[in-house]
């Protein structure tokens, strides 16, 4: 239809009840772009209407160089997305009436640049975007004048500004693209250097404050020790040069205060690549990497957790565990498993967020409480073999306790926010204080046969309400799942996407017979060719999306307290 039929329409409606809104559902011609209105909503108070603008190629613009690979397209989206976001700040317009009359609403990406459903750069070169706009009333009354200020002014200068190449600085484009360039191939070639991670000299970790994502200013900007430098000769701007994890156990210690949870929450959102000016550019981590923590009161189902707990004083079995209330080390030691049933490569711990008991046991204890009396092998008598039988590597915050010294490959000291190689010096001292260890065999080989069972009351539920909370938490129906502790999730658009891989898992995937890696194998080769649209079968796609990996999904579905598994 042409743009003008909607306008008409909305002449006709004004004034009307808030329902003949309904009526404007459709797509519409503008000049370059095709608006759509997918989904309006009920009354004026309900969740706002979604609309889409999809420009066509040719107004848009993008040469083909900026969008021929994955990581370049998803940094021009996410560079489009904050675009067309602070175009709508800009203009800040306002309209008028009752609810959530006016309301406009885009993604706004934070530091992590994600691919998203609210910007979608297609195949032929057009650009999709989509956002939500709560239908302007008064009362209960339509106002479709201001709906019409909307759509036909607001929209297309917000459009105007953001969304053709030729209203954006070049430059600025060129030059996220490239870091993404850069930052994929880093990511690709930690592995051949041997690698866990990367810190590149000059980079800024801190963050403004515990709320914020934004750099701390004014902060002390990280240069590599001589011993562990290493370079990359990236594709575009040269040679960058920086702090190379090696594979292996690496432990990181300091003062308290020092910087070395700021390092490792570095780490942890290395999976993903930042902005722009993030300061965190070039701190690029495995991208398989996961952070374990302690999470007390988590649901375990069926996880063997044999390889840190044995024989437990009631008698439990601790091949297939499971419980509704986790205690810290039992609930680590889950975390542990399933992070190795989701192929994680490299594990990243902070003691300041981990069980004390599950990490060391001191000596005096070991001869106070004999082993027989002692259900934790602790994290420190299982290190290296998860590095020589399962090549996990770890990179461990330990500033308090000794024992490590070890066993780790590397070590180093976060001195004033300098990281030192002490490697040498702590290895040497080490000798003074020898380690006694009671080496515990592992029983038995290690198999993740957990097979989800069908979610029955799913499968006819077509309504089945979906809900999240902030960053914290997925709803089904009334089942929470609390995701709090899944620390890199960063974005609260990735738990939407969650809820929806789990309900296309548990309706079409969960069958007894599929092991749970082989689910989430499954989903995400649908993601890769069918992309959420498959996911969501057919209704219409939420604006809402951020894309998540393989790891958090396993652990949305290990935290999903109905989850029945057989083995
Ligand atoms: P630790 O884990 O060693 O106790 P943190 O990493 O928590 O220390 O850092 C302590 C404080 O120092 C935090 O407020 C953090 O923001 C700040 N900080 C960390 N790294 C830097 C840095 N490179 N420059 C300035 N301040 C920093
Ligand atoms: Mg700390």
Redesign the pocket.
């Known amino acids: 239809m042409k743009a003008a039929e909607l306008q008409e329409i909305l002449h006709r409606i004004d004034h009307k009840g808030y329902p003949a809104y309904k009526d404007t559902r459709g797509s519409y011609q503008f000049s370059g772009y095709t608006l759509s209105i997918d989904h309006v909503q009920g009354d004026p108070f309900a969740a706002p209407s979604k609309v889409s603008i999809h420009v066509s190629a040719k107004m848009a613009g993008f040469p083909e160089h900026l969008t021929n690979s994955r990581c370049r397209r998803i940094a021009l989206e996410d560079y489009l997305l904050r675009q067309f976001g602070k175009a709508m700040d800009k203009l800040s317009f306002q309209a008028k009436g009752s609810g959530k009359s006016g309301l406009m609403s885009v993604s706004r990406p934070g530091q992590q640049v994600l691919e998203r459903s609210a910007c979608r750069i297609q195949q032929d070169g057009s650009v999709l975007v989509r956002l939500e706009i709560g239908f302007p009333a008064n009362g209960r009354t339509i106002n479709a004048r201001e709906l019409e200020k909307i759509l036909f002014t607001f929209l297309p200068e917000c459009i105007g500004k953001s969304l053709q190449y030729q209203a954006l600085s070049q430059k600025d484009i060129e030059k996220r693209v490239n870091l993404a360039s850069n930052q994929e191939y880093i990511r690709r070639h930690l592995e051949k250097q041997g690698l866990a991670a990367f810190v590149a000299d000059g980079s800024?970790?801190?963050?403004e404050s515990?709320v914020s994502g934004r750099p701390?200013k004014?902060?002390?900007?990280?240069t590599s020790p001589e011993s562990l430098k290493v370079s990359f000769l990236l594709p575009y701007g040269g040679e960058i040069t920086g702090m190379g994890i090696r594979k292996g156990i690496t432990l990181i210690v300091?003062?308290?205060?020092?910087?070395?949870?700021?390092?490792?929450?570095a780490l942890e959102t290395g999976v993903y690549n930042h902005m722009l000016g993030d300061g965190r550019e070039y701190v690029i981590t495995d991208a398989s990497a996961v952070k374990l923590r302690a999470e007390d009161g988590r649901s375990i189902q069926k996880t063997d957790i044999s390889m840190f707990i044995q024989d437990l004083p009631n008698g439990r079995d601790t091949v297939s565990f499971s419980t509704e209330d986790a205690s810290g080390s039992t609930s680590q030691a889950a975390n542990v498993m399933e992070a190795m049933e989701a192929g994680s490569q490299v594990f990243l711990i902070?003691e300041?967020t981990s069980a004390t008991n599950f990490m060391i046991r001191d000596e005096l204890m070991q001869r106070v409480v004999q082993r027989e009396a002692e259900p934790i092998v602790p994290f420190i008598d299982r290190v290296q073999e998860l590095y020589e039988d399962f090549g996990i590597s770890t990179i461990l915050?330990a500033?308090s306790s000794g024992s490590y010294f070890h066993k780790a490959h590397c070590i180093l000291q976060?001195d004033k926010?300098e990281p030192v190689d002490i490697t040498e010096f702590a290895k040497k001292t080490a000798q003074e204080f020898p380690l006694k260890v009671q080496p515990m065999q592992r029983k038995g080989s290690l198999t993740f046969c957990r097979k989800p069972l069908p979610e029955k009351s799913w499968q006819g539920d077509r309504r089945l309400k979906i809900k999240t909370q902030g960053r914290d938490s997925v709803c089904m129906n009334h089942d929470v799942i609390d995701v709090r502790y899944v620390e890199q999730l960063v974005d609260h658009e990735q738990l939407s996407t969650l809820a929806y891989l789990l309900k296309y898992a548990g309706i079409y995937l969960f069958d007894g017979k599929k092991t749970l890696q082989q689910v989430v194998q499954e989903v995400f080769e649908v993601l890769e060719k069918g992309g959420m649209e498959k996911i969501c079968q057919g209704s219409y796609l939420p604006c809402n999306f951020a894309c998540v990996r393989k790891q958090e999904l396993f652990a949305c579905i290990n935290r999903y307290r109905n989850l029945k598994i057989q083995k």
């Open positions: 800024l970790l801190p963050r515990g701390m004014n902060g002390v900007t990280f300091g003062g308290g205060y020092h910087g070395k949870s700021t390092l490792l929450k902070d300041d915050v500033g976060m926010y």
